[in-house]
């Protein structure tokens, strides 16, 4: 079974070291940034409108901000909810928003201008990583178009999210094990950027037995030990700078007054769990399903394809990453589960697809040889193509519309514009926010962390809370969003808060309303 | 703020000495074609050339006439064996001149007369009576395998005018140092020389050498002042331009052993790195044509220092960055210098494995245990060494330390 793929897929040609031919080089440059442009196209047009603004978005934005502005890992005190280089590299990419930025939009939404160049460097990354998996230059393509144009993609890799930067380092990771030269440079490259990976999003760690599969398989039996040992070494002693970090700030254990990384790790596996991803009405089985609303064709097509591929050889790496990322989803025991866990295995179906792909249009054109019959075997193929095409593209044609014509942020940004006009003295006034505007605030000189306030850290974090001796009198301005309100129960001072103002301004309606209210102290 | 900047500083250059020596010693691993290329090319039987193989031997006589009848067991047509013994040795000498007297075709007997004795001017004593077109070096000691003559012989094809075959030391169960040193050699001759041949810039080693005798004469035979004549003429005769190749195969290396105590490793090493400091002070190798060639023979000849004072300098480094109260930021930063030092004992580690695989030997997790720990303490003894060659340097202290041999390699090898 493995070599019949194999040799179907035409893979058998990777083996050799011999540098390309420049025709070809340059067939695949043009090829790669022909696919490329339109997913950027799509992804850059309208985003800053689509889709609405996140909670963690401004999360990790207010963080990059933190980094940029020497005041540590974190407006607040950093307490190893995630390692840092995620929002690091959000933050060294922040000048580019600059060069195209209007005060028009809320600043969350104008600073995704820093995902384009990362999509950009996936598409390319995956790209290569095709070829150099042995698929065709047109499955290659045609991988970069599923993994960019799915609605699913383009919604989440629009978002300022870890994950995205997480998938950008692994695909350079594999890129570099699959290397035709097996340079020990290579893999230990491939290492580093591993530990990039699992810096940038730690559950990007899932994937690491598939790297470690293609390493193994890609490496030369003469010099895999050395090539192993490299990918090792520099990979652990990547990841190893995090828990150096914290015991260099003594944040290692546990310990009273302090955060740590223990307590960080403790906190993410033992969240609340989001229930099983297959039973109905649980947290997980709807963010299953709003996965599923986006993109169906690239989950389940993917998923099917990843199971067939298992029996390539050539794609076993890939497949196995699929696999572990939803082994890991639907576990009896599954913890909470995020939205953008699926960021991390988009490209991975998408590639699984597109060899799949590859094999049914191989085996098409060239099973049976002795039939011949080349131009019914083209009807076919080609009939076969348009079928497909024709039950996915109006579908994506969907979604692809409404993320570049949606407007789903106007509460937010007109929210943001009324406070800037309408508050008067803000250095001297105390907001409670939820993250996703809470920089745009800053920028309009609120005082970052005591003057303008995370909500959850009200209540959440004792040294914030020990600024506000009088609870939720000590406050101004409460701003209402559909965030703030998702869990008023476990935050009794927020919801204080809520209660005893009135609002001065709304904007939106229904579950996307957003209440600017004044704190009535006296009452 | 001035204290983080230093130490910044010193980190960044740390780092960079230990990644680049790093790089450097696994160089045949880079690439399996690489790999593949530090092989002899199989041979094919055609015997061109005419060896004169130069033994010296000094206060041997227990393992001499050993060696010289392994020597003899060589396949190969052409060639004859040169012991060198001290007017002063008698016993050595009655070893040599039994040899002669049984093998009269292959086996003759030049004796040093020089009233002080050392490595270089005994072989410069038997130059002039080598017949072959190249002269061969090994030691009185040497476990030589028979084939290696007809495996240089074929590396000489083309215009190589030096040869330099495998040196591996073997006795690496013996002690905790001998287990380093061992991984010394195997990292040396299997691969970071065959940088140096590809670099054209390279140290020669002791022995398992090899020269065509007309560019030996040309280039005036061994410097007699030198404790690293070895070293020097390798030095000498690349600045020259000579052609230098250096093949490795664990079934053709020579067998040798560690020193037998930890004084006598300190005391070689001693002569090691005082003779690199000479060949340095010589400064033949500022005739190389490239800068990065000079440059890397800077490097190199000053490496021993480099490591003593890197072997001093990082652990200071990391405890400064424990209990110095510095930034986080550069408290993390100058861990860096440790992030290729550990990767060293990884690789030191996958290099012991391979060690065991070539040379069939059986290397238990014991062995891997030793080869960690022990690591700080040999880094300890190389700076010592280093320290040493220096002081001795200074004082104009010359004179040769022998190493002491007792065979441990001979009942471990063959």
């Not at chain 1, 003295?425 to 745009?440: E, F, G, K, Q, S």
């Not at chain 2, 040798?256 to 690199?276: A, C, I, V």
């Not at chain 2, 060690?355 to 960690?372: A, M, N, S």
């Not at chain 2, 690591?375 to 202290?397: D, I, K, N, T």
């Amino acid at each position: 079974m493995t070599t019949v793929l194999d040799t179907l897929a035409g893979a058998a040609t990777t083996e050799a070291p011999a540098p390309a031919a420049p025709s070809r080089r340059r067939r695949d440059l043009w090829t790669a940034l022909a696919v490329t442009l339109p997913v950027l196209i799509v992804q850059a047009w309208n985003i800053t409108g689509y889709p609405t603004v996140s909670d963690d978005e401004g999360t990790y934005l207010a963080q990059a901000w933190s980094v940029q502005h020497w005041h540590g890992l974190a407006p607040y005190t950093y307490w190893y909810d995630h390692p840092p280089l995620g929002w690091i590299q959000i933050a060294m990419l922040s000048w580019l928003p600059a060069l195209f930025s209007s005060p028009a939009h809320v600043f969350t939404a104008e600073m995704r201008v820093v995902m384009i160049p990362v999509t950009a460097a996936c598409c390319l990354l995956l790209f290569v990583l095709a070829r150099r998996l042995g698929l065709a230059r047109w499955a290659a393509g045609l991988g970069v178009l599923l993994f960019g144009l799915s609605p699913l993609s383009v919604g989440l890799q629009r978002e300022l999210f870890l994950d995205n930067f997480a998938v950008l380092w692994i695909l350079a990771a594999l890129v570099l094990a699959a290397s035709p030269r097996r340079h020990l440079w290579h893999h230990i490259s491939s290492g580093l950027a591993a530990g990039a990976a699992v810096l940038s999003k730690e559950t990007m760690l899932v994937a690491l037995p598939a790297l470690v599969l293609l390493l193994w398989q890609r490496s030369d039996r003469t010099t895999r030990k050395f090539s192993l040992v490299g990918f090792g070494s520099a990979f652990a002693l990547t990841v190893a700078q995090y828990p150096l970090y914290a015991l260099l700030k003594n944040e290692l254990l546990p310990g009273t007054g302090h955060v740590s990384l223990w307590g960080g790790i403790a906190f993410q596996l033992g969240r609340a769990g989001s229930g099983s991803l297959l039973t109905s009405g649980t947290g997980s089985n709807q963010t299953l399903n709003s996965w599923l609303y986006y993109d169906h064709v690239l989950i389940v097509a993917g998923l099917a394809a990843a199971v067939a591929m298992v029996a390539s050889r050539q794609l076993r790496a890939v497949a196995c990453a699929v696999l572990l990322f939803t082994a890991v989803a639907v576990r009896p025991d599954a913890g909470y589960l995020p939205a953008m866990y699926i960021i991390q295995v988009l490209p991975f179906l998408a590639l699984c697809i597109a060899a799949t792909a590859q094999v049914l249009v191989r085996t098409g054109l060239h099973a049976f040889p002795r039939v011949g019959l080349r131009p019914v075997r083209w009807a076919a193929v080609g009939a076969v193509a348009v079928l497909a095409a024709g039950y996915v593209v109006p579908h994506w044609y969907e979604g692809d519309r409404t993320a570049v014509t949606a407007d789903a942020n106007a509460q937010y940004d007109r929210a943001v514009q009324w406070i800037r006009a309408d508050i008067p003295d803000p250095a001297r006034t105390r907001i409670v926010v939820d993250d996703a505007m809470w920089l745009d605030l800053v920028h309009d000189g609120f005082k970052p962390g005591t003057g303008v306030i995370w909500f959850y850290k009200v209540d959440l974090d004792p040294a914030v809370a020990h600024g506000f001796p009088k609870g939720w009198r000590s406050l101004d301005y409460i701003v209402s969003t559909p965030t703030l309100r998702q869990d008023p129960n476990s935050l009794p001072t927020v919801e204080q808060a809520l209660t005893h103002s009135t609002v001065i301004a709304s904007f939106g309606s229904g579950t996307n309303l957003i209440q600017i209210r004044k704190i009535d102290k006296s009452s | 703020m001035v204290s983080s900047i230093f130490m910044l500083l010193v980190s960044a250059t740390l780092f960079c000495m230990s990644a680049l020596t790093l790089w450097w010693m696994l160089h045949a691993w880079r690439t399996p074609e690489i790999l593949e290329g530090t092989r002899f090319v199989p041979s094919d039987g055609a015997h061109s050339l005419s060896f004169s193989l130069l033994v010296p031997a000094r206060h041997e006589q227990e393992v001499l006439r050993h060696t010289i009848e392994r020597l003899l067991e060589t396949d190969y047509p052409d060639y004859e064996i040169l012991v060198i013994v001290g007017h002063d040795d008698p016993e050595t000498a009655e070893v040599a001149a039994r040899l002669a007297e049984e093998h009269p075709e292959q086996v003759r007997v030049v004796t040093d007369t020089h009233a002080v004795k050392n490595k270089p001017k005994a072989l410069n004593s038997a130059l002039p009576h080598c017949r072959g077109r190249v002269v061969g070096v090994f030691d009185a000691e040497d476990h030589v395998h028979p084939d290696l003559l007809s495996h240089v012989d074929h590396a000489f094809r083309g215009d190589a005018d030096v040869v330099q075959g495998g040196v591996q030391l073997i006795n690496f169960h013996s002690s905790w140092y001998s287990l380093r040193n061992c991984l010394e050699y195997f990292f040396w001759f299997r691969s970071r020389l065959h940088l140096h041949a590809s670099r054209g810039f390279i140290p020669l080693g002791g022995n398992t050498v090899f020269v065509r005798t007309e560019v030996l004469r040309q280039a005036g035979g061994w410097d007699e002042q030198c404790l690293a004549e070895d070293c020097d003429l390798g030095v000498r005769l690349s600045s020259q331009g000579a052609k230098v190749v250096v093949a490795y195969d664990s079934a053709m290396v020579t067998r040798e052993e560690t020193p037998d105590t930890l004084y006598g490793l300190l005391r070689q090493r001693t002569r090691w790195n005082q003779g690199f400091l000479q060949v340095y002070r010589k400064k033949d190798w500022k005739q190389l044509p490239t800068v990065r060639q000079r440059l890397l023979a800077r490097w190199t000849l000053s490496t021993p220092f480099l490591q003593a004072f890197s072997g001093v300098v990082i652990p200071l480094d990391v405890a400064l960055a424990l209990f110095g109260h510095l930034r986080v930021s550069v408290a993390l930063a100058s861990f860096l210098p440790v992030v290729p030092t550990l990767a060293t004992f990884a690789f030191e580690a996958v290099a012991l494995h391979d060690f065991g695989l070539q040379y069939g030997l059986r290397v238990r997790p014991w062995h891997y245990v030793k080869l960690i720990v022990g690591g700080p303490f040999y880094q300890v003894v190389l700076a010592a060494a280093a320290l040493r060659a220096v002081w001795r340097e200074g004082r104009g202290q010359r004179g040769w330390e022998l190493t002491r041999h007792v065979g441990a390699h001979l009942t471990e090898g063959a």
